[in-house]
């Protein structure tokens, strides 16, 4: 149902354009099985032209996403055949009251410019048809009728009002909301900047730091630093872009990868091979862990992965019903003694652990032809 109806990620007025869709479809259909069993088949026709009207009305909005275009077809849809049916059948069996309720449907889909002008123009032509029904039919019942006529021009006044006062009620709350989100994705943007630019403070310090360190500390540190700066990235690309949900997977991975290689010097010694959907995107607290994962097996593929034949770096990520399923491998020739390497755990291999289950993930680490990470994510 919600992938011909994603009313999470629709305004008021897109789920009332479906609203309408779905709510025509129905009647209609209603209405041209009424009309078949009572044998009125003109009437039947012009509601199976309704019908079809609708649907590709629908079709255009939610496969086109022509929302201006298909609320004026909504509107004609609930005008034409009614006034239609109206016309043929004199006003027998019909209610005018449904012609006094159309002009709500303009404020609910329209500007309240278009909706005031559309109004107009279902006022003038009911005002036209009774005026042309007098003129051929002057006994019709309702045209004889002083007081319901008065009062189908109180409702009119009252149904008009009701919509001026609704849309700007509507407007109003939505403008104040508007504001009230512009403030909190200022203050978001200005929150995730601060802290991307606190800890490339604290990567830079870290690097000035290793300048004066012996061989082996620096290794340290600089490790420590690219940990720090994994980090940064996810902030910087949440405050560049408009969602402060998710990050990209795919975009960070290509900016981690060049990061890190300029860090290590490991550009133009190896290939990296991309096997993402690039559409997945993760929430922060997922692609921070991620970060640190990446962080690590990039690292050291860099640093001590060697093949004479090219080195080779393969990544995949797929999405799936339990979850996410991640695999990262390099052609390394170096056989690795995996058993040995998880009883003699360093600090890199603890923190793939740690954020393996920090996202909810199961790791096996494993040596075949070069040395391969795969972690499944279970969905929470």
């Known amino acids: 149902m919600y992938k011909y109806f ?49 649907a590709i009305s629908y079709y255009l909005l939610h496969f086109k996403h022509q929302k201006v275009l298909t609320s004026y077809i909504v509107l004609a849809i609930a005008i034409v055949p009614l006034y239609i049916l109206i ?21 609910f889909l329209l500007d309240f410019r278009q909706a005031l002008v559309t109004n107009l123009f279902i006022y003038l032509l009911l005002i036209s048809m009774l005026y042309y029904i007098s003129t051929i039919n002057p006994d019709a019942p309702i045209l004889n009728n002083k007081l319901a006529l008065i009062n189908i021009a109180f409702a009119s006044i009252l149904i008009m009002l009701f919509g001026i006062f609704y849309h700007l ?3 109003s709350t939505l403008l104040e909301l508007i504001h009230s989100n512009k403030q909190k994705d200022v203050l978001l943007k200005e929150v ?6 606190n800890l490339n403070i604290t990567a830079s310090m870290l690097g000035l730091q290793a300048l004066y360190e012996p061989q082996e500390i620096k290794s340290h540190i600089l490790k420590s630093k690219a940990r720090i700066e994994a980090i940064a990235t996810v902030h910087e690309m949440l405050y560049k872009q408009e969602s402060f949900e998710e990050v990209n997977f795919y975009d960070y991975i290509i900016r981690l990868e060049k990061l890190l290689s300029t860090a290590y010097g490991g550009k133009g010694k190896y290939k990296l091979n991309l096997d993402i959907d690039e559409n997945i995107a993760l929430p922060l607290d997922m692609m921070v862990q991620f970060g ?17 034949q090219g080195l080779q770096i393969y990544l995949t990520l797929q999405k799936n019903m339990q979850g996410y399923l991640f695999e990262y491998k390099d052609n390394g020739e170096d056989v690795i003694d995996t058993n040995r390497l998880l009883e003699k755990k360093g600090l890199g291999l603890k923190l793939i652990e740690l954020s393996a289950k920090q996202i909810q993930g199961e790791i096996i680490i494993s040596y075949h032809n070069g040395l391969s990470y795969i972690l499944r994510i279970q969905n929470v």
């Open 292 to 308: 640190l994962l990446l962080n690590e097996m990039i690292t050291n593929t860099i640093k001590y992965a060697k093949n004479a």
């Open 169 to 171: 009620a509507i407007e």
């Open 87 to 107: 016309y043929f059948n004199h006003f027998g069996n019909m209610v005018i009251v449904y012609v006094l309720l159309l002009p709500i449907v303009s404020f």
């Open 192 to 197: 995730h900047h601060r802290v991307k630019n």
């Open 6 to 54: 994603p009313y999470r990620e629709m305004n008021h007025r897109e789920i009332l354009l479906y609203g309408f869709h779905f709510t025509f479809l129905f009647i209609f259909t209603l209405a041209v099985i009424r009309d078949i069993y009572f044998q009125h088949y003109f009437n039947a026709t012009v509601n199976f032209s309704a019908i079809i009207t609708s």
